[in-house]
């Protein structure tokens, strides 16, 4: 009877060990699942501030081009009108 609750007392003490190491990898592995959500989360943000910087100098570029392209044709109208003058 004393040597069934010796092997009783031997598998609980093994089962909980067994189960404290399944928690602590567990827990670790939550801490690793919240470190790379944060991770992800920074990503997230330095794309978006990456994607928002690009836009901006897109437009900037696109406006200089506008710009430049107003003035070719104004010195083209001016240039047609010269020649047109002097004939």
Avoid: W
């Avoid at 901006?56 to 010269?82: A, M, P, T, W």
């Amino acid at each position: 009877m004393e040597n069934i609750n010796n092997i009783t007392v031997l598998f609980g003490s093994l089962i909980s060990v067994l189960l404290s190491v399944v928690a602590y990898f567990i827990k670790q592995l939550h801490t690793d699942f919240k470190r790379m959500e944060k991770d992800l989360v920074e990503v997230k943000t330095m794309a978006l501030i990456i994607k928002t910087e690009f836009k901006s100098g897109n437009d900037l570029l696109n406006q200089k081009v506008e710009y430049l392209e107003k003035r070719v044709s104004n010195i083209e109208l001016i240039i047609l009108k010269n020649h047109d003058n002097e004939k």
